[in-house]
């Protein structure tokens, strides 16, 4: 327990100030860099809030971890009889 709590808060020491940014915008960053004139192909047609899309994420995470979860419950289960 107290390795994670190190590990959760290291970065925050090193870097204070520090943007933990996604993986979406750094990629779009060098993208730009790499070709300032880009002309993406595809543009989404619907451009949820940034509350909404964090909620998505979120609920994503959930149901991928709930899945997990069943899984390996149910193996564990089956193993044990």
Do not use: C, K
């Amino acid at each position: 327990m107290i390795a994670l709590i190190i590990l959760f808060t290291v970065p925050f020491i090193i870097s204070p100030g520090a943007e933990f940014g996604g993986a979406d915008d750094g990629a779009g960053e060098v993208i730009v860099e790499m070709s300032p004139g880009y002309e993406p192909w595809f543009n989404s047609f619907w451009e949820p809030p940034g509350e909404t899309e964090s909620m998505l994420f979120a609920l994503q995470a959930a149901i991928g971890a709930i899945i997990i979860g069943y899984v390996i419950g149910y193996l564990r289960g089956s193993s044990a009889q």
